[in-house]
């Protein structure tokens, strides 16, 4: 097959069915430029050695002067695997539930430096005795982790602000001051 048989078949390589000059055979060449593959994937291995950065500069260059081109492949690559990163995210949630309430009160905090981790959750859980603050019911299996202090009321997201209660606990808590909330339950006269 010749270059421009390729090209007018769409064909992004071709065989040319003789040997290089340097020997590789068949030679299976590129339709841009009608190089051998292997003198090619050579040529790029020395590049890596003498100039690592280069293709990075290349492909930032690349990316300024075709920003549409790069929004569309973006899009089309999403397209194909949304489906795939939308499964792998659902499970890694399913099987880190202490990472994703860290992550998402990380994410509402306003100081950014302040962040409990996984570890105080645990640590939280056995200091409390697997039980609601204020209820005393068991949150062994499932519990919500609560700010003391509420973020909207100037509260940290540090381990010294949270506790964990059981969901109606917490719902019912909701943005409170910590003294209100005793008090409408009776805990503090």
Known sequence: MTRSEARTAGLTHYDEGRTCPRGHS??????????????????????????????????????AKHPE???????ETYGRRKEQAQLRHKEWLAANPHKRREHEAARRAKAGKDRYTAGDIDRLLKLQNSRCVY???????????????????????????IQLLCQP???????????D???????LV
């Not at 081109?69 to 899009?75: E, G």
């Open 169 to 179: 606990c917490n719902q019912m808590k909701h943005a409170k001051h910590p003294v």
């Open 69 to 75: 081109r790069v929004l569309q492949h973006a899009r």
């Open 135 to 161: 209820c005393k019911r068991s949150i062994k299996l499932k519990f919500h982790v609560d700010h003391i202090m509420p973020l909207s009321k100037g509260g940290t997201n540090s381990a010294k602000n």
């Open 181 to 187: 909330f005793a008090i409408s339950r009776g805990l």
């Open 26 to 63: 068949p030679i299976h060449r590129q339709v841009s430029n009608s190089a051998c593959l292997v003198c090619a994937k050579e040529y790029a291995a020395r590049l890596r050695v003498t100039d690592p950065d280069r293709p990075r500069k290349a492909k930032a260059t690349y990316n």
